[in-house]
């Protein structure tokens, strides 16, 4: 099955017009993605703590990981922050940044939670499956991102 974002996207907005923070809605994307996709091994949310440039681990489907900290500019997640992109890496074997949460990932996409110029976090996966993730993949996860990045904007106001 593969992920529908318009509806999960549809779903947090509901949850916004109900009342909801942020908080319950980091929850629920990391639960919707992960179940979407058998592909999606591991799935998690980190936020961006400007003031120590540090990546906090929010919320996590999957294993357990060493990582709950992450420094920007450590690993494949904080060097999306600091070179303020997504990044998909099909063979993490050939990454040499890449902090390992499993033996068996085989791949990782991260697609930052951002809001124009200002980065909150970031939506992480991993797959045991190698090349797991493509353009598809990507774009749909940037909708999900957005609606969590209008959601954390609203509430730093
Ligand atoms: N692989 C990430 C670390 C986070 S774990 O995958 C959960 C990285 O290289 O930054």
Same mark, same amino acid.
């Given at each position: 099955m593969a992920l529908d974002a318009v509806a999960v996207v549809k779903e947090l907005q509901e949850m916004r017009d109900e009342g909801y923070l942020s908080d319950a809605l980091l929850r629920k994307a990391v639960r919707r993605i992960a179940e979407? +996709?058998?592909?999606? +091994?591991w799935v998690g949310v980190y936020l961006l703590n400007e003031d120590e440039g540090v990546l906090w681990l929010h919320n996590y489907v999957g294993e357990g990981t060493e990582h709950a900290k992450i420094p920007v500019g450590t690993g494949v997640c904080g060097r999306a922050v600091a070179e303020r992109r997504n990044i998909n890496v099909p +063979?993490?074997?050939? +990454?040499?940044d890449y902090l390992a949460?499993?033996?068996?990932?085989k791949s990782e996409l991260v697609v930052l939670i951002r809001a124009g110029d200002q980065i909150f976090g970031q939506i992480d996966i991993d797959s045991h499956?190698?090349?797991?993730?493509g353009e598809e993949d990507e774009i749909a996860l940037i909708s999900i991102a957005d609606k969590l990045a209008e959601q954390l904007a609203a509430e730093r106001r």
């Open positions: 979407s +996709d058998e592909k999606y +091994d +063979d993490v074997s050939q +990454d040499e949460c499993s033996p068996e990932t499956q190698p090349d797991a993730f």
